[in-house]
Nanobody, 122 residues
Framework: QVQLVESGGGLVQTGGSLRLSCAASGRTISGYAMGWFRQAPGKERIFVATISWGGGTSYYADSVKGRFTISRDNAKTTVYLQMNSLKPEDTAVYYC???????????????WGQGTQVTVSS
């Protein structure tokens, strides 16, 4: 079992930056690919970014490409999402998740955190 806890969310102005963290406990995440998803009010949870277990491969949603960067520190069992040039449409609850491959489909992720709120004011 892998437990995931997100942190780092908050309120930021348009154009600002935030770094989200996802700390894992229980089983190691070194064998898992990790992903970030987000869910805005009244909308479905959607893919944001994913990174392979070794960190050498990553994919991003088109809406965040060039602005967000996913990274991981397996020694610290932590995954990060650096978010720059934030826009009001980035407002959502952000979730991290663990899977056995680099997927964009949420149904292929086995473990989920509880989420952290990110609000971008205009």
């Amino acid at each position: 079992q892998v437990q995931l806890v997100e942190s780092g969310g908050g309120l930021v102005q348009t154009g600002g930056s935030l770094r989200l963290s996802c700390a894992a406990s229980g089983r190691t995440i070194s064998g898992y690919a990790m992903g970030w998803f987000r869910q805005a009010p009244g909308k479905e949870r959607i893919f944001v970014a994913t990174i392979s277990w070794g960190g050498g491969t990553s994919y991003y949603a088109d809406s965040v490409k060039g602005r967000f960067t996913i990274s991981r520190d397996n020694a610290k069992t932590t995954v990060y999402l650096q978010m720059n040039s934030l826009k009001p449409e980035d407002t959502a609850v952000y979730y991290c998740a663990a899977s056995h491959g680099v997927y964009s489909l949420s149904s292929l992720y086995n473990y989920w955190g509880q989420g952290t709120q990110v609000t971008v004011s205009s």
